[in-house]
């Protein structure tokens, strides 16, 4: 049984880098726990097997799912690790999400990865739409445009609360995984 919540957060591909970037940050603080970042280039061995003994996130930046010059994929090795992994997703323009979350879905569940989730990134969530799809949403962690009055400049932001409900769901999920 996993003593710590060290989970990894893979992307399911093309998500904008904004919304990454907020989203990941969000997560990180609601959390609790340093946040680290990996590349899919790098060997997971080598990683996987210094893993610090706290908790905290590790984001997984690039493409989890393709086999890399070391000869196996991310997402091969966090099933062989059983390391505990959050999907990452994107929206469509209109309220729809690609066929990616699915796919990752489908490729963690032939890979035995303990997918513990899926947090779409950025604006709009529509709980209903997501319930109709049969995939392990725990939320959204929304990004909004501010405009400084200082700088004139937009600023996005991710709204604090939903970081907050989004890893209590994910904690719910995580233990319920670990104890059945």
Request: aromatic share 8%.
């Amino acid at each position: 049984m996993m003593t710590r919540k060290f989970v990894f957060l893979v992307g399911t591909w093309n998500l904008p880098q904004r919304e990454i970037e907020i989203g990941v940050n969000a997560l990180s603080q609601s959390w609790g726990g340093r946040l680290f970042q990996y590349r899919c280039e790098q060997n997971p061995t080598k990683i996987l097997n210094s893993l610090p003994a706290e908790n905290g996130l590790a984001h997984l930046v690039g493409d989890a799912a393709m086999t890399q010059h070391y000869g196996f994929s991310w997402l091969e090795a966090l099933g062989a690790w059983k390391q505990p992994t959050v999907l990452l997703a994107s929206p469509l323009p209109v309220e729809s999400l690609s066929g990616m979350a699915a796919a990752y879905v489908a490729l963690c569940e032939v890979q035995s990865v303990p997918l513990i989730g899926i947090v779409q990134l950025g604006n709009p969530w529509d709980a209903s739409l997501r319930r109709l799809d049969g995939l392990p949403w725990c939320g959204c962690i929304r990004v909004e445009d501010h405009k400084s009055s200082k700088s004139n400049k937009f600023a996005f932001t991710a709204s604090d609360l939903d970081a907050q409900q989004v890893v209590r769901q994910l904690n719910r999920r995580m233990n319920y995984l670990l104890h059945n």
